[in-house]
């Protein structure tokens, strides 16, 4: 048992002792009896107050220590955590830029789907339909030569 646990157990028990102070008045049939009766009447208050204090400082000295285990063992959960910390920061960058370039992929292939796609519908292009003045225009329908370079995904709105 705790210092404080001991403490707090002794003003329990004068308590008690004070409470039965109106019977044991009552029970007195000597002198004696009688005399600690009153001796009791005079001293317990100074000493339930004396345990008190007592307990009070126990309760604090307990408390402090355990306040202190708590605060040892955050800093060494902090201590095991930030490197964890550090590393799931790398990753977290690592993701955004692995992510921002798979972005940028999947916007160059719906490009190069797209270009495709113009190239195909004017396979079935009939010639009847392509005149001289006509020309440049269908020309301007195909695709162009160079393949699209990979777009960047934008950051935040703040980048557009």
Known sequence: MSIYAETLERVRNLLGEWRELPTREREAADRDSILNVLVAQKSLPREVHQAIVQAARAGEAFYAELQEQEESEIRRLDAE???????????????????????????????LRQYAEQARGLQALPAERVTTPDAESWLAKLPPPEPPAPAEAFRSLYDL
């Open 81 to 111: 955590l930030a490197p964890l910390l550090k590393r799931l920061a790398e990753l977290q960058t690592q993701i955004d830029r692995i992510t921002r370039e798979k972005h940028g992929r999947e916007h160059r292939l719906s490009t």
